[in-house]
């Protein structure tokens, strides 16, 4: 286990806590070994910037669009599939056209990255919560509870994410019914990533949980009587948490590929709540005629997103990883 | 050997068994079959002759190994929005979806292997730079969206390969039709197999760079090349032999992998195979096609998974030794 995301762990720790960071703890961090591989890698840095930018896009969104793409007063249909402005027949309001329903596609793309990254973010949270969860059960544990744990992973293992999230999607849709759905769709959506991600947190967590509960601080914590539960979420939790923060990011960008695939499939995100991956839906249906934008910006965005995304993630697993040092 | 192939076939059913399970509860529990069979006018009683008749009142044990003995004769019931056999949906639409995740998985490993192998050799050429920023962005772009570039470029801009659809196929025996005879069917074939099987390429081919720059690491190939053996046979007798094992494995994973998201390659493309019903299937919440789907897929899984293992007993000799 490398030296730096025990500190890591112990600086999330803290915070949790409530206790106060001591005074040097930003020249730790920016003195570390860390940091300095961060700044040496170009590719890095570009991707944490651009990362940075486009959640900010996404976020800052209700302020910083030109237009509300949700707000039925502003939008006309008089203004439907406007071209980008360096076309015939665009509009100056208009920067990257229109779809076709007359809403501003650069808006709509920082509102749609906004639903994209929040289904993302929450669906991680979800999955890790989950996988969490029963890895440190399992790893502790031990015996019959960690063989049903773990052979319910290989099952589950055996199938592409994806199509446990379809399956989910498409029993969900015969629970609720389809009037329902567009209520229902953001947390559908969440639950089916969730249970389609978590495997690989268990399988992590369960591992490295086996490794600490031998070591003397876990006899320690068991000698002096405390109970399972606080000796997992306290003692074992904390130093188990850095190889998940690395398949944290690298998921990520997973779930947010997922999620738009579903969008597109028209199994996801409705078209009143569009995220990138429903924005491509709606645009691939006016590709043939010859409106390329409004399939081709959100698409350009989704894989820019992921890109920056991914190599972060790359990036933090190679440098968390002393083999390869 | 044989211990172990008894060992994996033994979980393989278990894993089957549990697939059946779930696939049962949702065909008997997610909605009721009765009421997506029939309409709103028919009588209570007449309903209730419906289900004395599918067997829906007997015991759910029973009621299970109905289900089984059934899927074990290809019986999955009837679906609810074509109003037709399963098993007969299915099998129209198999040799689609098979030709397609055939001819993609050859593409993938066509140009996935010799890439890799040349970024693997030669590490710090600019080719091989190239080779490694193009899979970077194989990886982060959407399958679909792939598909979409795929089709604005060759099909809208440049007209030159046809967007949707298998183009015309010849009958092959009484059910098997196939794209690879005629001209429109191979040229439909190009654009769906490059999109489906690019990820598969760049994953290929990244993972026979990383075992080759480990493998060439390594002291046997340090002392062929001390030996005075020519590159040639350093690098594919040596090298690439031992950089196989976990190729096979990805490689036969992957294919089960394929098979899957043919699913969304074949809704970008309206590819009439077995993806594009499931995609339908979950629209449309058609229980008989989603529950039938999941098990033949499941099946499909298992199978690989378990011929995987066995050849992976087959090329590396250490696991025949001393495993439990």
Known sequence: MPTVSNEEAKAAVQDRSGVQPTPGRMTRIVDSDFFHAFLRSKVTVVAACGTLILFLLAFLAPWIAPHNPFDLASISIMDARVPPVWMDYSDPRFVLGTDDQGRDLLSGIFYGMRISLIVGFCSVAAAAVIGITLGLVAGYMGGRIDAIIMRIADVQLTFPAILIALLIDGIANGIFGSLDRDVFAFYILIVALALSFWVQYARTVRGSTMVEKSKEYVQAARVIGLPSVIIMARHILPNVMGPVMVIATINLALAIVTEATLSFLGVGMPPTQPSLGTLIAIGNDFLYSGEWWIAIFPGVALALLVLNVNLLGDWLRDALNPKLR | ?324
Do not use: C
């Open chain 2, 1 to 324: 050997m044989i211990g172990f192939a008894t060992r994996r076939f033994v979980q393989a059913m278990i894993v089957m068994l549990v697939v059946a399970l779930l696939s049962f509860t949702m065909f008997r529990f997610v909605g009721d079959p009765v009421n997506q069979m029939v309409g709103i006018e028919t009588s209570l009683e007449e309903r209730e002759a419906l289900r004395e008749r599918l067997g829906l009142n007997d015991p759910i044990p029973i009621q299970f190994y109905n289900f089984l003995s059934k899927a074990v004769r290809f019986d999955f019931g009837t679906s609810y929005q074509f109003r037709q056999p399963v098993s007969d949906l299915f099998a129209k639409r198999i040799p689609a979806t098979l030709e397609l995740s055939f001819t993609s998985a050859l593409f993938a490993l066509v140009v996935g292997v010799p890439m890799g192998i040349f970024a693997g050799l030669n590490r710090e050429s600019p080719i091989s730079k190239l080779f490694l920023s193009v899979s970077l962005i194989g990886i982060s772009l959407p399958t679909f969206f792939i598909g979409i570039l795929l089709i604005f470029l060759f099909s809208v801009t440049l007209q030159w390969l046809p967007s949707f659809g298998r183009g015309e196929t010849v009958q092959i025996g009484s059910w098997w039709t196939t794209g690879f005879l005629t001209v429109s069917g191979l040229k439909a074939l190009i654009l769906p197999s490059i999109t489906l099987g690019l990820y598969q390429m760049t994953l290929i081919m990244r993972l026979i760079r990383a075992e080759m720059l480990e493998v060439i690491r390594t002291d046997y190939i340090k002392f062929a090349r001390a030996r005075g053996l020519p590159d040639r046979l350093v690098n594919f007798r040596h090298a690439l032999k031992n950089t196989l094992v976990p190729v096979v494995t990805i490689t036969g994973l992957q294919l089960g992998s394929i098979i899957a998201f043919a699913t969304i390659t074949e809704t970008v493309f309206q590819w009439p195979g077995m993806g594009l019903l499931f995609l339908q299937a979950v629209q449309n919440v058609d229980i008989p096609i989603m529950s039938a789907y999941l098990l033949l897929t499941a099946f499909m899984f298992v199978a690989i998974n378990f011929i995987v293992d066995i050849l992976y007993f087959l090329i590396d000799p250490r696991l025949r030794v001393g495993r439990p």
